[in-house]
């Protein structure tokens, strides 16, 4: 039987923290070799002229007991339908047996397994001392990530901009409500930077917001929101170039990260300016902040083994609590 879990049973039952615990587990199997993470294909639509694409993201992972593949739409053209940019599903087999174990909506998923990976990063290689949190957009991105954070690095300010000051904000009042801290919108993006201990950008920029020029020593930089295509990008190549970058995997960021991909080509650095793993660092196989004066940088592109883990934690949770429907695929 499969299980179908929609995005209301995910919200039910998806946490920060245990998602935080789960993908950080799963980086570091990646790093062990008990786990696998194939770079996406990108599939264009033919004769789309908006640039429609879709990527398979798959991952299999032994300790988890379970492979999955995720659809992502990339659809530029959905803006002006009033639809969201990214949809996503997950179908999840069993990797003992091959059951078709379980097909989960993918957009929660995505949200909460993007923050949870930034968090990992952040504990992993921000500043012991580091207090000011500060984002660049403000969607529910924005939002996750402060929730997300909240629960490894106990952030005593956030700074925060977005293109519509309505929407900055009303998030600065939610966090100052959930989290008890304060939250200001600044005049932006290098006003954010130049505050911040901890800089998330958020936003599915094409062109950078945030120049590496603006970047402070010890500040720790988490590269989030530019889509998973080759000419987007939010930082510059000289804040690539200034930073100690550390990548989701190294393969998939040679494929669908902007801020790699532009760089090298401008010949700002070689490959190996980019070749630590987020999981390499978890487990002590590379270092990652050396000196309280480095700039670190964790290029999130996002990959499948996250959403893997994600499954996994939601697919234990629906059968513990009776959630979702099951449907036989084979009757």
Request: overall charge negative; charged content about 25%.
């Amino acid at each position: 039987m499969t299980l179908i879990l929609t995005r209301s049973d995910i919200l039910a039952m998806l946490t920060h923290e245990e998602t935080v615990v789960a993908v950080e587990r799963a980086h570091a199997d990646l790093s062990r070799g008990t786990a696998v993470l194939p770079a996406p294909p990108a599939m264009r639509l033919p004769g789309a002229d908006d640039g429609a694409a879709f990527l398979a993201m798959a991952a299999v992972s032994a300790p988890d007991r379970l492979a999955t593949v995720k659809l992502l739409a990339d659809l530029p053209g959905n803006r002006a339908r009033g639809l969201p940019v990214q949809r996503s599903a997950i179908l999840a087999v069993s990797a003992e047996d091959g059951d078709c174990t379980a097909l989960l909506d993918g957009a929660a998923v995505t949200r909460f397994r993007t923050a949870a990976a930034s968090a990992v990063a952040t504990r992993a290689l921000a500043r012991p001392d580091a207090r000011v949190l500060g984002l660049i957009g403000t969607g529910p991105l924005a939002l996750a990530h402060a929730q997300s954070l909240r629960t490894v690095w106990a952030y005593d300010r956030v700074v925060l901009w977005g293109r519509t000051g309505e929407r900055a904000r009303e998030l600065a009042a939610r966090i100052e409500a959930e989290a008890g801290v304060s939250a200001e919108v600044l005049a932006g993006p290098r006003e954010v930077t130049e505050a911040a201990d901890v800089l998330c950008t958020l936003t599915p920029s094409r062109e950078p917001l945030v120049r590496g020029a603006w970047f402070r020593p010890g500040l720790h930089v988490n590269a989030v929101g530019a889509p998973p295509r080759p000419d987007h990008r939010e930082i510059d190549t000289e804040g690539m170039r200034r930073s100690v970058v550390v990548v989701d995997a190294y393969d998939t960021a040679l494929a669908k990260s902007g801020e790699v991909v532009i760089a090298l080509a401008e010949g700002a650095f070689g490959p190996e300016h980019v070749r630590r793993e987020l999981g390499d660092v978890l487990t002590g196989g590379c270092a990652g902040r050396t000196s309280p004066e480095d700039i670190t940088l964790f290029d999130s592109v996002g990959v499948g083994l996250q959403d893997l883990a994600a499954a996994r934690l939601l697919i234990d949770g629906a059968r513990a609590r009776g959630l979702g429907v099951h449907i036989d695929l084979a009757g």
